[in-house]
């Protein structure tokens, strides 16, 4: 057989023109075993093994270098015969006509499942199968984290007799000592005396104790009045969750810094953008002390003090309406502790 | 390989060996990838004699966004995004590492300066490309999916503003974020697990600074890159505008068969007028 053959296909002719393919060689094989050599070496015996990499490494390195370089040097390329056998090598056969390639010979029946149909079928079934199997708990991971096992917190703030009667305090404290500082809130605080609980017949302390988290989005609402040092001495106290500080004040009403929204002392909004009325904590007395559960939110307050009316709702987001028609657009709130 | 009359003087040979030598790798990359033509294909395009230096805006916005990308990773070098309180200073982590590299690290202040101002450089130039774009009518067919990428891009961009406002968590930062959170919890029906989604709570914490952290760097810049990628491929197929007051791009007229070019991939023929604006790009 002629191990050169005229090809008919002049495409093919150029093509095999502009490829530069270089010769095989043993070169770069040699070359790779004296790095190896030398770094063997250096763990046992630098001064011996090592150098007879570096000996190789170099040798081999040098003819591989002259080998690659040929071409650009002038030096004839020689270029190794085809030698498998020209049929097993595709010599002879002719490709499909452009229209009919991929597609499956006439006499297979329609029905059947070709290999290549197959094949894609499988690919695309696979990877949707494992991309599925990735993402899912991937997402679960980055989504549920923030909606599952919300913990309440329980805040101390100290025997109930700190309070007098009718005065306010303004409360700053940690919620959460491990999440520090970041879980600092503030609370305005007013003793409303015993009364009667209507369900128990039993009496019990009332306290007003209201949110600063403002109800438009949730900025810092003040006190508006005179505080601190001006009408008297900061109570201190030392509580489970850290240092804790009493603020007198006699606030007229609360106000906030961000967008104006304005509030009554009983936390009912009276002007500004605010959507309802002042979140809560709702508190318990444990063996004589003021402990602080979660917030609700509120819609109004009707009286003040021990007599107030309030219209409780479960603890919504600043901005969201609790009451009417515009409460139909939050019917579905994520769990939450307040 | 040039051909001389004369026999070559011993500079131009070796000029000639010293061309070979430059030429062989860029050969060698050409031969395997077709990357070199397909770098110059795309950098030495042909676009409309008669175009305008607004049609910088996007490249412009696309170098604002390298240099955020770049002072970005810089500063994810030296930056601790953690709201712990060091128990030295009583100051929370995140805060102190945003202060030493403003005050304390060589050339801090120019590589966090520059990516501060430089995102409100990168929203400018968007808002001034889309401007172009609209005032160009290049929103329209066949480039109106370029369009919604581009939107897509300056949704992405936004994002990246608010999610990056949290990290020198300080007063305004943490501030901000509560009020920007919170308005997202006030959209209809999702709104309030968006919030949540995006606090990683029912309040801001810890969490919600190594939340936006990532999202900043990797998630949002990710997406961003992949859409420029899209945004640029369709560019490139789909050539650059004229000017609206082109007398070239008037003269146009779609092919002599009537029906315009057809285009791979395309079932149907391209209407005359748009074959036009499709083709003025390439002319």
């Known amino acids: 057989m002629e191990p050169e053959q005229p090809s008919p296909d002049t495409e093919q002719e150029s093509l095999h023109e502009e490829a530069h393919l270089p010769p095989p060689t043993l070169w770069p094989i040699g070359f790779a075993i004296g790095i190896v050599l030398i770094l063997v070496g ?28 040929a071409e650009l040097r002038g030096e004839p390329v020689v270029v190794d015969p085809e030698r498998r056998d ?51 708990p991937v997402a679960g991971f980055a989504i549920l984290p923030g909606f599952l096992g919300q913990k309440e917190h329980k805040v101390d703030l100290g025997p109930v007799s700190t309070f007098p009667l009718g005065k306010w305090f303004i409360a700053t404290f940690v919620t959460d000592p491990v999440e520090g500082e970041v879980s600092r809130r503030t609370a305005f605080i007013r003793n409303n005396g015993v009364v009667t609980d209507p369900s128990t017949n039993q009496p019990t302390p009332s306290f007003t104790i209201i949110s600063n988290r403002c109800a438009h989005l949730g900025c810092p609402v003040q006190a508006n009045g005179p505080q601190g040092s001006l009408i008297g001495k900061s109570l201190k106290e030392h509580t ?49 002390r003021l402990v602080l559960l979660s917030t609700y939110s509120v819609a109004k307050v009707v009286g003040t003090g021990a007599q107030a009316q309030i219209y409780k709702y479960k603890q919504y987001g600043p901005g969201q309406h609790v009451d009417g028609p515009e409460a139909w657009f939050y019917p579905l709130s994520p769990p939450m502790h307040g | 390989m040039t051909t001389y009359k004369r026999k070559p003087t011993k500079a131009e040979v070796r000029r000639e060996r010293l061309e070979e030598v430059v030429l062989y790798p860029l050969d060698w990359l050409e031969e395997r990838s077709g990357l070199i033509g397909g770098i110059r294909y795309f950098l030495f395009r042909n676009v409309p004699s008669d175009i305008n230096w607004m049609q910088t805006l996007g490249s412009a916005a696309l170098t604002a966004f390298l240099v955020q990308a770049i002072t970005g990773v810089i500063l994810a070098m030296y930056y601790t995004p953690s709201a712990a309180t060091d128990p030295h200073t009583g100051q929370p982590v995140a805060w102190e590492s945003i202060d030493n590299i403003t005050n304390h690290l060589t050339m801090g202040w120019l590589v966090r300066g520059m990516h501060k101002w430089g995102a409100s450089v990168f929203i400018i130039l968007m808002f001034l490309h889309m401007g172009r774009v609209f005032l160009f009518g290049a929103y329209k067919y066949p480039r109106e999916l370029n369009w919604i990428v581009g939107v897509l891009i300056l949704v992405m961009g936004l994002m990246e503003g608010f999610t990056g406002y949290l990290l020198p968590w ?53 997406a961003i890159i992949g859409l420029i990628t899209l945004h640029l491929y369709l560019v490139i197929r789909l050539g650059v505008t004229s000017p609206p007051w082109s007398k070239e791009a008037a003269g146009i007229e779609p092919s002599e068969n009537g029906s315009g070019p057809l285009r791979p991939g395309l079932t149907r023929p391209v209407p005359r007028g748009a074959a036009a604006q499709a083709d003025g790009g390439s002319k």
Do not use: K
């Open chain 2, 170 to 222: 300080d007063q305004t930062a943490y501030w901000a974020s509560v009020v920007g959170i919170n308005l997202n919890g006030t959209a209809p029906f999702l709104g309030p697990w968006l919030a949540q989604f995006l606090r990683s709570g029912q309040e801001i914490s810890g969490e919600t600074l190594t939340r936006f952290y990532s999202l900043h760097m990797l998630l949002i810049p990710g």
């Open chain 1, 42 to 69: 250096l763990i046992i015996n630098p001064e011996l093994i090592s150098s007879i990499g570096a000996v190789v490494a170099i040798v081999f390195g040098f003819l591989w270098f002259r080998d690659a370089t």
């Open chain 1, 86 to 136: 020209l049929v097993q090598a595709g010599a002879g056969r002719t490709a499909p006509p452009a229209d009919r390639q991929g597609v499956a010979p006439v006499n297979v029946p329609e029905t059947t499942v070709t290999r290549s149909r197959f094949l894609e079928g499988a690919t695309l079934g696979l990877g949707g199968l494992i991309g599925g199997l990735i993402t899912i």
């Open chain 1, 240 to 288: 489970a969750n850290g240092p804790l500080e009493l603020i007198p004040a006699i606030p007229a009403g609360y106000g906030c810094p961000c967008h104006g929204g304005q509030y009554d002392t009983e936390g009912n909004r009276t002007a500004g953008p605010p959507v309802r009325a002042l979140d809560r904590y709702s508190f318990e007395i444990n063996h004589g």
